[in-house]
DNA sequence: TACCAGGAGAAAA
DNA sequence: TTTTCTCATGGT
């Protein structure tokens, strides 16, 4: 695998094998933010109950979620682990919101800011980190921001695209350097595929043989 | 049974 | 400043 373009030729091969993709499971911006949320360090089927138990009591809303007794949420949230932890994360987000204004329409938080600007201010709500903060910027928000995961770590370990000691930005920005400054749909597409080979392949325990990227791989030739 | 999952903040060194 | 610990359920 070159150093160079090293991130362009795996979309390329990934978007040969899974097929264009526009993604993040969610049915609305704010519903993109809880999720971001509440993944976590935590499987995405998890996260997908805690919703569904949200959308049951139709608590899919920033005022919705600020109504409820904190107690009450943190038992439609226990499906997706650490719970308490996520209530209180999620309550912080909600109240970021309604402080700028935005509790009905946090999509309209893009409007009030530059990305640079948005960033620093997610980034100073409790419970939002870096990887947290862009999956909101791209996947909630549609701005052009790439998102660094654990797949994205892993996959570019075994790929030789990544060193185990760079830092999340030091990621960012290399991949940054290989994307059009205000491409968001390439940004999700490459997440998106990126998780996917994540979860069906480049795993803890891989699973190379049939895997998309198995002729370009240092891990699948040392194996 | 043990490991792992789309992190982040607090505490300890 | 850096490293380690804690949070926790559910699937493999």
């Known amino acids: 695998m070159p150093e160079q373009g090293g991130w362009s ?3 390329g091969i990934l978007e040969e094998a899974f097929g264009p ?3 993040w499971p969610a049915q609305s ?12 360090n935590t499987a995405w089927r998890n996260v997908e109950k805690a919703i ?7 608590a899919l809303s920033v005022r919705a979620l600020l109504a409820l007794p904190e107690g009450d949420l943190a038992e439609l949230l226990r499906p997706s682990g650490f719970y308490r932890i996520k209530t209180r994360r999620l309550l912080a987000l909600c109240r970021f919101l309604e402080t700028r204004g935005v509790g009905a329409a946090p999509e309209q938080l893009a409007r009030q800011a530059t ?3 948005l960033r620093k201010d997610l980034l100073a709500v409790h419970g939002i980190g870096a990887e947290t903060a862009d999956s909101i910027l791209l996947y909630a928000l549609g701005l052009p921001v790439m998102v660094v995961d654990a797949y994205t770590r892993r996959i ?15 990621v960012q920005a290399g991949m940054e350097a290989e994307l059009k400054p205000d491409d968001v749909l ?4 490459l997440h998106a595929l990126l998780v996917s080979l994540g979860k069906d392949y480049c795993r803890p325990r891989p699973r190379c043989g049939s895997c998309p990227l198995h002729a370009c791989c240092a891990h699948a030739a040392g194996s």
Do not use: C
Request: charged share 20%.
């Open 9 to 11: 030729a795996v979309f």
């Open 21 to 23: 993709q526009d993604w």
């Open 29 to 40: 911006p704010f519903e993109a933010m809880v999720g971001a949320i509440l993944t976590q």
């Open 52 to 58: 569904a138990n949200l959308r049951a009591v139709d």
């Open 115 to 117: 990305l640079p600007a």
């Open 156 to 170: 570019g370990g075994r790929l030789g695209l990544l060193e185990d000691h760079l830092s999340y930005g030091e």
């Open 186 to 189: 390439t940004r999700n597409a």
